[in-house]
């Protein structure tokens, strides 16, 4: 089964609006990462957070992790049509070896 | 840097035929994986691979197998192909291991009849 759940499974705002997608995840990890997927084209990192961090911030991105509930946000602030993707957050076995990616929120900016 | 190259771009199959999906990357990284995408499903793992001569399976590794025999090449090959296998196929790599970014490759569109 896999690690990350993202929540919701689809997303659709107005250009200017924010944007938050959320990941839960089953075991204890090393790091969260969230990648984003444009339509037909391969998957971008977007921004790591480590075990021991709450909260990060990259541009007009912002994630936060509790690892007490294992789940992690992301917030889009500002959104622009050109963030309409799905983005998915992956998650590690602790090992170094399995990143298992959840489902994905196909988020849709409207201009 | 051409990053991480999958050749082909678009496959069609016969069932029970089978084929090697190409995976190389030009940044000396350990880390390569494969995994398949299907709507609804996100992306699945496959096969894996911490550095040259050691490969390890992912959640779904019926069906394919992989070797690494040099640092830069990862390829997957579909033993006897099923309609199930019909997918988007994507590779990926990293330095080190899973922890750190991954970098992907454009996908192999695979259509299995």
């Known amino acids: 089964s896999q690690q990350g759940e993202e929540d919701p499974q689809a997303l659709s705002i107005q250009e200017g609006e924010n944007a938050t997608m959320n990941c839960s995840y089953k075991?204890?990890?090393?790091?969260l990462q969230w990648y984003r997927q444009n339509s037909g084209r391969g998957l971008v990192h977007l921004i790591l957070?480590?075990?021991?961090?709450r909260e990060k911030h990259s541009g007009r991105l912002r994630v936060t992790l509790d690892t007490s509930k294992k789940s992690s946000s992301l917030l889009i602030t500002a959104s622009r049509a050109a963030d309409t993707a799905s983005y998915f957050c992956?998650?590690?076995?602790?090992?170094?070896?399995?990143?298992?990616f959840g489902q994905g929120t196909e988020l849709s900016v409207k201009p | 840097n051409a990053g991480v190259t999958q050749t082909p771009k678009f496959q069609v199959l016969k069932t029970g035929q089978s084929m090697t999906l190409q995976c190389a990357q030009d940044m000396n990284h350990e880390y390569m994986s494969w995994y398949r995408q299907d709507p609804g499903m996100g992306l699945r793992l496959i096969h894996y691979s911490v550095g040259a001569g050691i490969t390890d399976q992912g959640e779904v590794p019926n069906g394919y197998n992989v070797s690494r025999s040099t640092t830069e090449d990862f390829p997957l090959r579909l033993l006897s192909a099923a309609p199930s296998q019909t997918s988007v196929y994507f590779c990926?790599?990293?330095?080190?291991?899973?922890?750190?970014?991954?970098?992907f490759g454009p996908g192999t569109r695979l259509t299995v009849l």
């Open positions: 957070i480590r075990s021991n961090e």
């Open positions: 990926a790599s990293s330095r080190g291991d899973s922890y750190n970014e991954q970098f």
């Open positions: 992956a998650t590690d076995d602790n090992q170094g070896g399995k990143l298992i």
């Open positions: 075991t204890s990890i090393n790091n």
